[in-house]
């Protein structure tokens, strides 16, 4: 079953920028979702980099951004009143960086967390 705040994320931000890519892993940093622009973002962090396979490996910035989401919200998960955490990172080259956004998702139809990461071109000036 879908998860619906990973897909309303998605179609809110990509509809009009074209340059934003959404990644969705489990809480075990497995990847569940990887659209058309995140590739094409992927390919700028890494040029070695090839559309995910069926293990779906990812460039280690991105899983090590991924596995930090995932340890801070298993830390805080005993806490009912814990905040929604962000992580924001440039990765890339200084020429051609990317944004990366994450953030847990709780998805209680399957009773776990997911981990959505966001990836957008970044623009000179916003360094």
Do not use: K
């Not at 980099?49 to 995932?70: H, K, N």
């Amino acid at each position: 079953m879908p998860c619906p705040a990973a897909e309303s994320l998605q179609n809110d931000h990509t509809a009009g920028l074209g340059l934003t890519g959404t990644v969705v892993l489990s809480s075990c940093c497995r990847l569940l979702f990887i659209d058309r622009t995140a590739i094409d973002l992927l390919g700028t962090l890494d040029p070695d980099f090839s559309p995910p396979t069926g293990t779906g490996v990812l460039p280690p910035g991105l899983l090590t951004i991924a596995r930090e989401i995932a340890a801070q919200h298993s830390a805080s998960d005993s806490s009912p009143q814990s905040p929604i955490m962000r992580v924001s990172r440039l990765l890339g080259p200084h020429s051609q960086p990317v944004r990366v956004e994450g953030f847990p998702v709780p998805c209680p139809q399957r009773q776990e967390t997911r981990i959505v990461l966001v990836l957008s071109r970044c623009a000179l000036g916003v360094l």
